[in-house]
């Protein structure tokens, strides 16, 4: 199993700018998906962005597409969720987690980091 730990989330005023960052530790991650998922306040848990390890390929839900953008440091085994342009309907608690790429589902999810934005 994948251990992970978010952080970077915090208060921002709209049109600002946040980076978030999950280290993963426990597991090489070259056989992994990465990605965030957010949770706002009386709403479900939703995908916002995913990377594959070994190719940095990347896909983004709709709504975040030309805002955020997902990468990943091979040598500190960190996730990053660079997230510009802020949108009140941003604010969440955001998610890391990893799954194997054979994997149906994200069986590793950090603890999670509150990202509020101000209109």
């Known amino acids: 199993q994948v251990q992970l730990v978010e952080s970077g989330g915090g208060l921002v005023q709209a049109g600002g700018s946040l980076r978030l960052s999950c280290g993963a530790s426990?597991?090489?991650?070259?056989?992994?998906?990465m990605a965030w998922f957010r949770q706002a306040p009386g709403k479900e848990r939703e995908f916002v962005a995913r990377i594959t390890w070994s190719d940095s390929n990347t896909y983004y839900k709709d709504s975040v597409k030309g805002r955020f953008t997902i990468s990943r440091d091979n040598a500190k085994n960190t996730v990053y969720l660079q997230m510009n342009s802020l949108k009140p309907e941003d604010t969440a608690v955001y998610y890391c987690?990893?799954?194997?790429?054979?994997?149906?589902?994200?069986?590793?999810w950090g603890q999670g980091t509150q990202v509020t934005v101000s209109s």
């Open positions: 426990g597991r090489t991650l070259g056989s992994y998906v």
């Open positions: 987690a990893a799954r194997r790429l054979e994997a149906l589902s994200f069986g590793s």
